[in-house]
């Protein structure tokens, strides 16, 4: 079965307003990555964050091991934020992304 | 400038035919990484090499061979293209250990394949 799963699948917002986004995950893990992918389709690492909480700006990432989940949180939405969301959970050999998230912040 | 580069951005090939998609990273990491994102797919791993050696390989098919010419060089060559091979591959970098490293992505190549 799918080893990483993201929800919601998509989301709307309106500008201003707060997202938080989920990823669960049935294995073990040795280390979560938070992903931004733009709408062309090029990557950017948000967070490294195998464990805790980390801060970004208006992003916080709170990753809870014995729970087997991890959280993107992001406040004050704005347009430039939309886009897909994708985590990655990475075992000793192999890495898995969830399925994403897309987002659309409405001005 | 762009820490990780691949080359082209955009490729067309025929089906049978083959091709060579281009990756350098200029991060200082020792281990690369192939993945492909083919249209409402996930992105899939697909290769990792450390110190230009093998470490894992998850795709089925021999078709797709990645080259390391250099410890910064981590090409994929795929032979007899299908249109199924048709996705966005990305090239991404660490340093060692995949289980506990940041990775860092390319831009990506969008394969089509006719």
């Known amino acids: 079965g799918q080893q990483v799963q993201q929800s919601p699948a998509s989301l709307v917002l309106q500008e201003g307003e707060n997202a938080e986004l989920q990823c669960n995950f049935s294995?073990?893990?040795?280390?979560m990555q938070w992903f931004y992918q733009r709408p062309g389709g090029s990557l950017v690492s948000l967070f490294y964050n195998p464990s805790g909480t980390k801060h970004s700006g208006r992003l916080t990432s709170t990753t809870v091991i014995k729970e087997r989940r991890s959280s993107l949180h992001i406040s004050s939405s704005q347009t430039t934020d939309s886009g897909t969301y994708l985590c990655a959970l990475a075992n000793t050999n192999k890495v898995v992304f969830g399925t994403g998230t897309r987002l659309q912040v409405l001005p | 400038d762009p820490k990780i580069i691949q080359k082209p951005k955009y490729l067309v090939a025929v089906t049978g035919s083959e091709k060579i998609l281009i990756c350098e990273q200029y991060l200082g990491h020792n281990a690369m990484y192939w993945y492909r994102q083919s249209a409402k797919k996930p992105l899939e791993f697909m290769f990792s090499?450390?110190?230009?050696?093998?470490?894992d390989n998850q795709t089925a098919s021999s078709r797709f061979q990645p080259q390391s010419s250099k410890k910064n060089h981590l090409d994929l060559q795929i032979t007899a293209l299908k249109p199924d091979d048709s996705a966005t591959y990305f090239c991404?970098?660490?340093?060692?250990?995949?289980?506990?490293?940041?990775?860092?992505f390319g831009p990506g190549t969008r394969l089509t394949v006719l």
């Open positions: 090499y450390s110190y230009q050696k093998l470490m």
């Open positions: 991404a970098s660490s340093q060692p250990g995949l289980g506990g490293r940041e990775q860092y």
């Open positions: 294995t073990s893990l040795n280390s």
